[in-house]
């Protein structure tokens, strides 16, 4: 994945290869375009930041063992 942030928006771009994601810089074809792209306005992102929380928080409570009992 690779992440841009503008003062307007926020770009992620999905695929299989970023030619500017390696350290060093890796040469990449021209031609480029990544599998998928998503562009938010920046004000969406405090709403995808408390989507992004409580996905996460629900995940931790069902990831969780629920509670014992005890067999009769």
């Known amino acids: 994945m690779q992440v841009r942030i503008t003062p307007a928006e926020l770009v992620l771009e999905f695929g299989v290869f970023f030619p ?29 930041k408390e989507a992004l929380l409580k996905a996460s928080e629900a995940r931790k409570v069902a990831s969780q063992p629920g509670p014992v009992s005890k067999a009769q």
């Open 20 to 48: 500017d994601s390696g350290s060093p810089p890796q040469p990449g074809p021209k031609d480029f375009t990544p599998e998928a792209r998503v562009v938010m306005q920046v004000a969406a992102l405090e709403q995808l």
